[in-house]
């Protein structure tokens, strides 16, 4: 038997476990006997809960019958602390929650949200589309808190054996296991004493939400987080602002969203004509991010299924060229900038702020015991000079983090491209040896293979639908077959039913066609 999309479903689950013969033996068992407490294997396991895996998670919440756990190493959820800057808003509408855009009826929406915090009437007349980031980070803990109320350990199972949503639990292994045809999941829970406490689940499916790290540039690298010197990530903003608010002078490097949201930041609360400011950024110009509604297609599903499909090459070539759809800077941002510099000229003068694009940072250094030295370099100009500083903050944005660490125990498995990247099929899976009948879902590490709209807030729903879908085999979450007024390309893209691509596309991967999807109760 088959579904609709050629896989086969799984077969009924066995009375009696498996032997287990892997490498070690989870903790308490002896090797090879199944503990006569370990609970049945998970549908699927995640690792990392930031929005992306929340999002997973709430539509998970919502499938009768799904055995699923999430794991993160950090005690609670919080999503980017130090840059939820007073008055700073998500470039992204409201409805880009973590469910809405699939399930708009999902008790996990932000609307349910605010109605729970009775807050909805004052938010219809504050007639907010785009919501503050400490607002949205609110939103998700309150998701986080309450799928955790929802889906409590079992008892007995061990601790993060069980369903839900694991803190304080850091993943250190995965393995397939060929025999149980299950994937050993080995994390590490450090007690109140703080002594580690191994632990391993079993489960038939992965995702993988590890997120994206603060990108330093070399050149400044050996002076971040060195003691004496202030030189911070804008990721750890709010924790530094108070000494950078007191700090002689600060620069600002980096012309994304984030630098542009912690110059303003210090514009407005540096004395004026004082200010002692430098912005500087190796882009060409401060440039307004693409926000266009016809420009703003690129971040639908039907762009994503075009970009999916196009060679390699190509894509690896399109995606440095379209920066300015997510590297450049809100329009109101820029406005706000602007309005506080002309301000402040309002008294006669110029404010002491310097914002100068097509500037590189080549080296830096320390001068003296606590300031700084920065070797700037103009590339039109052919121009090199020397910024002393009290301060710098890094707005050089972040790099998504590399999944062959977590995956070292799948690497035989795993299928790469012509760069040695994992190769990501259609429905967001890392293409695997067809020997592994499970499934390893990404979030947010599929940017060369799905185009800008990996990491954006927007797709997330769809996102985790599509996965929902497909390890269900059923549409559970039916997804629309058109997101775009415009069309990409001269080759039909029309969406299947469960998030995938037309039967016998060239968008299907045939390299699945062993994965079996679940067949729920």
Aim: glycine residues 10%.
């Amino acid at each position: 038997m088959t579904t609709a999309d050629g896989h086969r479903p799984f077969p009924p689950k066995p009375s009696v476990p498996p032997r287990h013969t892997g490498r070690g033996a989870p903790p308490g068992q002896r090797r090879g006997r199944p503990h006569p407490q370990e609970p049945p294997p998970l549908d699927l396991a995640g690792i990392g809960i930031g929005p992306f895996n929340l999002s997973l998670a709430a539509l998970a919440h919502g499938v009768p019958g799904l055995r699923t756990a999430l794991y993160e190493q950090r005690p609670a959820f919080h999503w980017h602390p130090g840059l939820l800057i007073e008055g700073a808003t998500l470039q992204v509408p409201f409805l880009a929650d973590l469910v809405t855009l699939a399930d708009p009826a999902s008790p996990w929406s932000f609307l349910n949200y605010l109605k729970a915090q009775d807050r909805l009437f004052p938010f219809y007349f504050a007639e907010r589309f785009h919501i503050e980031r400490a607002e949205y980070d609110a939103y998700c803990r309150w998701v986080s808190e309450g799928l955790a109320a929802e889906m409590p350990e079992i008892p007995g199972a061990g601790a993060g054996a069980g369903t839900g949503l694991h803190f304080g639990h850091r993943v250190d292994a995965v393995r397939w296991h060929a025999e149980r045809r299950l994937f050993e999941v080995d994390f590490t829970r450090p007690d109140a004493a703080g002594s580690a406490g191994p632990g391993r689940s079993y489960a038939r499916n992965l995702v993988l939400g590890l997120g994206s790290a603060p990108h330093v540039p070399e050149p400044l690298r050996q002076l971040a987080g060195t003691a004496g010197v202030e030189v911070i990530h804008s990721a750890d903003y709010l924790d530094h602002r108070e000494r950078l608010l007191a700090a002689g002078h600060v620069t600002v490097v980096g012309s994304g969203q984030s630098g542009a949201e912690v110059f303003l930041d210090l514009l407005r609360h540096r004395p004026a004509g004082r200010e002692r400011l430098h912005w500087l950024t190796r882009s060409a110009a401060f440039a307004p991010m693409e926000y266009s509604k016809l420009g703003l297609e690129h971040f639908t599903p039907d762009y994503t299924r075009y970009f999916h499909a196009l060679p390699e090459r190509v894509r690896d070539r399109l995606l440095p060229r379209q920066w300015q759809l997510h590297k450049a800077v809100d329009q109101n941002t820029l406005a706000a900038i602007h309005d506080v510099l002309y301000h402040r000229t309002l008294g006669g003068g110029w404010p002491d702020a310097v914002l100068t694009p097509g500037v590189a940072v080549r080296t830096a250094g320390r001068l003296g015991a606590t300031r700084l030295e920065l070797h700037l370099e103009h590339v039109e100009q052919d121009e090199r000079t020397r910024l002393t500083t009290d301060a710098v903050v890094l707005a050089t944005g972040y790099r998504e983090r590399p999944l062959d660490g977590v995956l070292a125990g799948l690497d035989r498995w795993l299928r790469r491209d012509a760069a040695g990247r994992h190769r990501v099929d259609d429905r967001y899976r890392l293409v695997l040896d067809p020997s592994v009948t499970g499934a390893v879902h990404v979030q947010n590490a599929e940017r060369h293979t799905h185009g800008v709209g990996a990491p954006d807030l927007g797709l997330a729903a769809h996102r985790s639908a599509v996965i929902l879908n497909s390890l269900t085999g059923e549409e559970r979450y039916p997804l629309p077959r058109r997101t775009a007024f415009t069309t990409f390309g001269l080759r039909p893209t029309t969406a299947r039913a469960g998030g995938g691509t037309p039967e016998g596309s060239v968008y299907a991967d045939p390299r699945h066609a062993d994965f079996r999807p679940l067949r729920m109760c």
